[in-house]
């Protein structure tokens, strides 16, 4: 009895394993704060903003499908995701204090 329920639990955690991935992707777009996404205007402050308002008890920060131009740097607290489609070139880089 103990295998059977083993392998029912098993079975359940990697069917919904692409549903829990999908599930924290959920949340305020940055092009809802104002971001453009063209590529050429500076989305700095919309996408703080947005990472701003998801800081409130946490959540996700939603990136659409584009090319987002900043020039700022970014706080992420704890409890918030970014997420969405990631395609080009990304330099991330840390403070001083990191």
Not at 12 to 20: K, S
Not at 39 to 61: F, M
Request: overall charge negative; glycine content about 16%; proline content about 4%.
């Amino acid at each position: 009895m103990k295998t059977k329920l083993g392998i029912v639990l098993l079975w359940a955690l990697c069917a919904g394993v692409g549903t829990i991935a999908q599930a924290v992707c959920v949340g305020a777009s940055v092009n809802s704060f104002g971001a453009k996404g063209d590529g050429h205007t500076d989305d700095s402050g919309p996408i703080q903003s947005a990472i701003s308002a998801a800081s409130a008890g946490g959540g996700s920060v939603v990136f659409n499908v584009a090319r987002y131009y900043t020039t700022g740097t970014f706080i992420v607290p704890q409890g918030v995701v970014l997420c969405g489609s990631v395609e080009g070139p990304i330099i991330v880089s840390s403070g001083p204090d990191w």
